[in-house]
């Protein structure tokens, strides 16, 4: 079945550094991309999205591209803020069907100032 | 817009009672909602699917007795966990579906903890 893989947190990072999340998925079909993000007491948010290969979706500084050639669509952000500190789900959804969300284990993101 | 609440935020109940979640989308229709599980540093794991006025579909090894859920309008869906026990204890999400929107966005509400003594 469909499966997203991130990459291990907890991330700590100071502010003003460069941020990458890495996830990779395996799907059947050609399923659409999210990245997630929730916030200390929040629910989740839609961060981005990308919906076919070599897209780009960036949303607040944050950037993921649809890589299709290496079923990966890691998240960057060039310069991180102490209010990015939330933990942030890579997920995929398959076009055709009930659309359900298939997440990664999501990654812990903590900027200090 | 596009606003998902549930109710309670937090509930505590002993074994053996049963507890219900209500998910409503304010601003929006919403004929699918989803119902997650999410154990503590943990990703969400699907639940099921409820689509209004029908039967829930469910994923493999969640138990639909236990699991009670009804999308009776289209605005609300409820979860109810029947004869909780400790192991049911975990944060409760749902997400709705706005089918307005061009890829069937998905909202989420802010969660439920459950908590079985």
């Known amino acids: 079945g469909d499966s997203v893989t991130q990459m291990e947190g907890p991330v700590t990072l100071s502010e003003e550094a460069f941020l990458t999340i890495n996830c990779t998925y395996t799907a059947t079909g050609y399923p659409s991309l999210f990245w997630y993000v929730q916030y200390p007491g929040e629910g989740l948010q839609l961060l981005l999205k990308?919906?076919?290969?070599?897209d780009k979706g960036s949303n607040k500084g944050f950037e993921a591209t649809y890589r299709k050639e290496t079923t990966s669509f890691h998240l960057e952000k060039g310069s991180v803020q102490v209010s990015d500190s939330a933990v942030y789900f890579c997920?995929?959804?398959?076009?055709?069907?009930?659309?359900?969300?298939?997440f990664g284990q999501g990654t812990r993101l903590t900027i200090n100032p | 817009g596009a606003v998902v609440s549930q109710h309670p935020s937090w509930v505590i109940c002993k074994s053996g009672t049963s507890v219900k979640i209500e998910c409503r989308s304010l601003?929006?229709?919403?004929?699918?909602m989803f119902w997650y599980r999410q154990f503590p540093k943990q990703s969400l794991m699907l639940m099921a699917t409820?689509?209004?006025?029908?039967?829930?579909?469910?994923e493999q090894g969640v138990e639909k007795d236990k699991f009670l859920i009804n999308h009776a309008s289209l605005t609300l869906s409820t979860l109810t966990v029947t004869s909780a026990h400790p192991e049911d204890s975990s944060f409760y999400i749902c997400s709705a579906n706005n089918a307005g929107t061009r890829f069937n966005e998905q909202y989420f509400g802010p969660g439920t903890r459950l908590t079985v003594t």
């Open positions: 601003d929006f229709q919403a004929t699918t």
């Open positions: 409820s689509n209004e006025g029908s039967k829930a579909t469910y």
């Open positions: 997920a995929l959804s398959e076009i055709q069907g009930a659309q359900k969300l298939v």
């Open positions: 990308a919906t076919k290969a070599d």
